[in-house]
């Protein structure tokens, strides 16, 4: 295999290949309702008693939760409280063996596969970044831009002024620009994680889901990550893990708390970090 080709594949893998005639091919089976995301009532995410078993162990035991459109949300817990599991149920890596997940009021997550959820307008961002480390800045958010695979011109054709200028405002905004045309391997790695995070700005999401984003970074770039999140929230919505309590009070939104699988507590920081059933099983250790 060439490393174009290899390439071509890799791109094509980050932004769903297939998934475009995925999403058709079960809206015509009628398995979901096609159209465009339905935010009548201001929920980008509903879950309701969804419950996932592995070998007996309840990961998620009946777990509820709405996350309303343009929201960022935090969601802290012990390890093992289900915050990994749930995020597999949201991108279809996890079927639940109970419950119902929506997207919006129409789309049943629970009836779709993961490219079909990618292209539905759900990111997901894993811990570890995942990048082309050979190729610039620039040429990452060109790999992941969002586009039709069945008339998508060749990987490395030209261009348009309106591509080029959608790759430099995200540039801009994950604070790269001035580092569009370095090796992405040679960035930090607070810098890595921008760059993915660029990455999935590049397909369009409705929902990012970011997993200890900041894992591992320097307190000025937790401080920018903090600063990044916020700029996107209203035009995005975000579901944020993480364990950083100073990170999560930077952030400032609402926060979930969750244990044995479902949810313990929510609202602001200070208030779950006042409650004493947090404090027992979390905050306390």
């Given at each position: 295999m060439t490393e174009t080709t290899e390439l071509e594949r890799r791109a094509s893998a980050f932004a769903a290949d297939g998934?475009?005639?995925?999403?058709?091919?079960?809206?015509?089976?009628?398995?979901?309702?096609?159209?465009?995301?339905?935010?009548?009532?201001?929920?980008?995410?509903?879950?309701?008693?969804?419950?996932?078993?592995?070998?007996?162990?309840?990961?998620?035991?009946?777990?509820?939760?709405?996350?309303?459109?343009?929201?960022?949300?935090?969601?802290?817990?012990?390890?093992?409280?289900?915050?990994?599991?749930?995020?597999?149920?949201?991108?279809?890596?996890?079927?639940?063996?109970?419950?119902?997940?929506?997207?919006?009021?129409?789309?049943?997550?629970?009836?779709?596969?993961?490219?079909?959820?990618?292209?539905?307008?759900?990111?997901?961002?894993?811990?570890?970044?995942?990048?082309?480390?050979?190729?610039?800045?620039?040429?990452?958010?060109?790999?992941?831009?969002?586009?039709?695979?069945?008339?998508r011109r060749s990987l490395f054709a030209s261009l348009f002024d309106d591509e080029r200028d959608r790759i430099a405002e995200v540039l801009k905004q994950i604070r790269l620009d001035k580092d569009a045309d370095r090796s992405a391997g040679l960035l930090s790695h607070g810098q890595k994680q921008w760059l993915e995070i660029g990455m999935l700005l590049m397909q369009e999401p409705r929902l990012l889901l970011l997993d200890e984003p900041v894992a591992g970074m320097t307190d000025d770039e937790t401080e920018r990550t903090a600063e990044l999140f916020v700029s996107l929230a209203g035009k995005h919505s975000l579901v944020v893990v993480e364990h950083d309590m100073a990170f999560v009070e930077a952030l400032g939104g609402k926060v979930t708390v969750l244990c044995e699988g479902s949810v313990l507590a929510e609202g602001d920081l200070a208030t779950v970090q006042a409650d004493p059933r947090v404090i027992e099983v979390y905050l306390g250790r």
């Open positions: 998934g475009r005639e995925n999403w058709d091919g079960a809206a015509s089976s009628g398995h979901l309702v096609t159209g465009e995301l339905d935010l009548s009532h201001n929920v980008i995410l509903y879950l309701d008693d969804i419950t996932v078993s592995f070998d007996g162990f309840r990961a998620l035991n009946k777990l509820s939760l709405t996350i309303d459109a343009g929201e960022l949300r935090c969601i802290i817990g012990p390890n093992g409280a289900g915050k990994t599991t749930m995020m597999d149920v949201i991108t279809g890596k996890t079927r639940p063996d109970e419950g119902k997940a929506f997207f919006g009021q129409t789309i049943d997550l629970t009836r779709m596969t993961e490219p079909q959820i990618a292209h539905a307008g759900i990111g997901r961002k894993f811990q570890k970044p995942t990048i082309f480390e050979k190729h610039t800045a620039f040429e990452n958010l060109e790999l992941a831009m969002k586009a039709d695979k069945r008339v």
